[in-house]
């Protein structure tokens, strides 16, 4: 059982993905995936960076109780065989996971979140896997948890916890199952009239309202 990525592999992607979004002219950014094959390695992060049981982290979309079962053994036996729990410090056990399980996607993705806190632009996170880039970036560098918004939760119940283990808010709960960016696209208009209520309301002063009379 190898690393997930190797150490080249880190330098190359996490670097580069933390400035790939700099020059796009936008003002937020959607994460999302479709979930086929790296919810393995969500999940496997979930159990690293959490301690939740390992069979509490591995039910998937359409997984029938044979493949939960097998996915759980191999998630307990990644991280067990990484020592990742044995890592105290939050930052670095976050580090080790991306490089152990975490896999290239996620990791590209974690790095991509990083550089959208870098240029203050706020990003959605949308499902079970860009949950798990969200959950080991934030541990590596905190003052990203302003950045992020929650479109979602998921109707696995895995996501749901993990949700509450961030003390994470998400924008709907709609029993969605599918991933592909189905909740971030939604969350885009409520994000756009959050912002215009908070820069286009009028205040006391602005809509020359006096105050309260004693009546």
């Given at each position: 059982?190898a690393?997930?990525?190797?150490s ?10 933390r ?9 937020a ?34 997984a029938?109780?044979?493949t ?18 044995a ?8 580090r080790a996971?991306?490089?152990d ?8 993705m ?13 990003f959605?996170?949308?499902?079970f896997i860009?949950?798990?880039a ?19 939760v ?18 709907f709960n709609?029993?969605?199952?599918l991933g592909?960016?189905s ?10 009239a959050a912002?215009?209520?908070?820069n286009?309301?009028?205040t ?7 105050g309260?009379?004693?009546?």
């Open positions: 059982m690393p997930a990525g190797t080249r592999e880190r330098v190359r992607h996490q670097p580069r993905d400035h790939v979004l700099q020059p796009l002219d936008a003002d950014f959607s994460f999302a995936e479709m979930g086929i094959g790296n919810s393995t390695c969500a999940a496997a992060l979930m159990h690293a960076l959490t301690g939740a049981d390992a069979a509490e982290c591995s039910r998937g979309t359409g029938d109780a044979a939960v079962e097998r996915k759980r053994d191999v998630i307990a036996a990644a991280v067990a065989r990484h020592g990742l729990h890592i105290g410090d939050a930052a670095s056990r976050a996971a991306l490089r399980v975490g896999g290239v996607e996620v990791s590209m974690a790095g991509a979140m990083l550089g959208a806190a870098a240029t203050r632009r706020v959605i996170v949308d499902g860009a949950t798990a969200y959950a080991a970036t934030v541990a590596i560098e905190p003052a990203l948890q302003g950045y992020g918004v929650f479109a979602r998921s109707a696995e119940a895995p996501h749901a916890r993990w949700l509450q283990t961030l003390g994470a808010q998400p924008l709609l029993g969605l199952r592909e960016g909740a971030a696209a939604p969350a885009v208009p409520l994000l756009r912002c215009a209520m908070l286009g309301m009028a006391f002063d602005s809509a020359g309202v006096s309260r009379s004693a009546s």
